[in-house]
């Protein structure tokens, strides 16, 4: 059974950083690519970034790049997005996800990311 669960999320004011993590099971972690998107109140779902299966390449969204970093442990079977210089609109749930874009297969069930003062 393939499972994905995030964790990190939190409260954080502006301009501050938060780590999110994604634990992985029943699947082969180290072969597949992995990327992290998020989903803002009303609004649609956003692709953020992916990770192949190596760790050697990454893109990111527009919206993201160069404050976040995604990263993978393979011994771990752990996906991993660090986030920078936060800001409101970020605010959002983040999820994990089998796969280097929509649409996925599988994808966990998200964690909550609030950015407020």
């Known amino acids: 059974q393939v499972r994905l669960v995030e964790s990190g999320g939190g409260l954080v004011q502006p301009g501050g950083s938060l780590r999110l993590s994604c634990v992985t099971s029943?699947?082969?972690?180290?072969?597949?690519?992995m990327s992290w998107a998020r989903q803002a109140p009303g609004k649609g779902p956003e692709w953020l970034s992916l990770?192949?299966?190596?760790?050697?390449?990454?893109e990111y969204a527009d919206s993201v790049n160069g404050r976040f970093t995604i990263s993978k442990d393979n011994t771990k079977d752990t996906l991993y997005l660090q986030m920078n210089n936060l800001k409101p609109d970020d605010t959002a749930l983040y999820y994990c996800?089998?796969?280097?874009?929509?649409?996925?297969?599988?994808r966990g069930r998200g964690t909550q990311v609030t950015v407020s003062s």
């Open positions: 996800a089998k796969g280097s874009r929509p649409p996925y297969n599988y």
């Open positions: 029943g699947f082969d972690f180290s072969s597949n690519w």
């Open positions: 990770i192949s299966a190596d760790g050697r390449t990454t």
